[in-house]
């Protein structure tokens, strides 16, 4: 291991996670030489999988900026075989996100290379968008607003009738399938609203806010409004399905920002032109940007669609850099570290 007086550090950072916030981090907890580098990501929450092609003008520079380099902190930086296989200095990658997609794990372990990452970054950032959705799901304030600001029509007030109005969180029965570091923080949020909160999660033993239910299609029976809030595994891949979505009271609401696959979209959008669904909200989907064929954008008037925004704050990012810089400066201590994959 290199000490903090020769340690190289490259802050390989984007539009999100900015390299100056890596490298103020980096600052706070230790001395060390940090040379910055933007990678100039498209604008989404996703980036490089370990060895895409498309990734390869990155790699290129990625290299050049690692020469001499022990320790690489970045947020969509392909870490590909071929990074690792060029930079044999490199001993140690933080990745700030809630997961390194963008690390080749296999070849990191070869490589002897150790990769951290920053969980529970964007936590409350993403109950509090999922807690916005449903709101705006529930009142119809995206479509009231487009009707008003962007059409100059007073039709909105027809919302105002018992027929069209929409519902309110106290006493409302709200179902959260999944009860992790955001599920968690949406029932609190909702109890204060004065909800009836309602959890499934067969993994959570412990003390939850809410009531919990043994059964997913008892919660569902039971639910006027459901979220989603489990992880993405072979075994949750279209989770809520047609015939999930069936067994929800006529009229209910869903909303999903955690995985897109979690949700059958195609079976969302039969059941809200079916009428037996009132209203959706999204902020995740299957395919990610939609594709030009998806039929949500034509049932604008009962949805809310936004592009993976739930975790995008300025806190996020800069909670990500601090969680990071702190990876970093236990690695150089010789201590374990909290987040480590190899």
Known sequence: MTSATTLRVLAAGDHFVLPS???AAIARELVCEVRELSLDWPLTPFGPVAEVA???DAEDELIDALA???????QMGPVTERVLDACPELRLVVVCRGGPVNVNLDAAKRHDVRVCFAPGRNAAATAEFTVGLLLAALRRIPQAHDLLAGQGSWAGAAYYTYERAGLELED???GLIGYGAVGSRVARVLGAFGARVMVHDPYVHGEIHGLRVASLDELLRRSRVITLHARLTPETRGLIGA???ALLPPGAVVVNAARGPLLDEEALCDALEAG???AAALDTYAQEPLPPDSRLPGLADRVVLTPHLGGASRAVAEKAAHIAAEEVARWTR???LAHCLT
């Open 21 to 23: 916030l890596i490298r």
């Open 54 to 56: 498309e990734a390869s």
């Open 68 to 74: 001499d380099t022990q320790v690489l902190v970045t």
């Open 172 to 174: 409302l029965p709200v």
């Open 243 to 245: 015939r999930e979505l």
């Open 276 to 278: 037996h669904l009132s």
């Open 334 to 336: 010789g201590e374990p």
